[in-house]
């Protein structure tokens, strides 16, 4: 038996990022910075899709806490000059909101996601379609001090 479960808490380092995919299911990515001690910050790439993602979209900003459940991905791929590549993302299957407003006394839930609908991710049969693994999805580059939330 084997699982690949990937829970996290962090901080989003910048606004997110929402498209739609080919099909017209809402996508919504961002990065979350996970503090590891006094000198160390992990960043992890999270996607988000259907209903999860459009509310990330409306209510997460750079700086708010998140819980996110979820799994991991890992795409390889070789570019023009025979380099190979690797991405690391999580696809979230729920996110908790875990501190700030977006705005003053807006209604907001506390968490979005849960169990999948139909056999796939975000409510699709046979998971998303129209997700194109080797395409950027609009994450800077890791290491990078800019839009670090704390």
Request: glycine share 16%.
């Amino acid at each position: 038996m084997s699982a690949n479960v990937n829970i996290k808490i962090g901080r989003l380092a910048a606004d997110p990022e929402s498209k739609q995919t080919k099909s017209g299911k809402n996508l919504t990515t961002f990065r979350i910075a996970v503090n590891e001690g006094k000198d160390e910050t992990l960043w992890f790439n999270v996607v988000t899709f259907g209903k999860t993602a459009e509310n990330c979209a409306k209510y997460l900003e750079k700086g708010r806490m998140v819980f996110i459940n979820g799994r991991d991905k890992v795409d390889s791929w070789q570019d023009d000059d025979g380099r190979w590549n690797n991405r690391h993302e999580i696809i979230a299957h729920s996110v908790k909101f875990l501190s700030g407003d977006k705005q003053p006394g807006q209604q907001q839930p506390s968490s979005y996601g849960g169990a999948p609908q139909g056999g796939g991710y975000g409510g699709q049969q046979g998971g998303y379609q129209g997700y194109n693994p080797g395409q950027s999805y609009g994450f800077g580059s890791e290491g990078s001090d800019d839009g670090v939330p704390f």
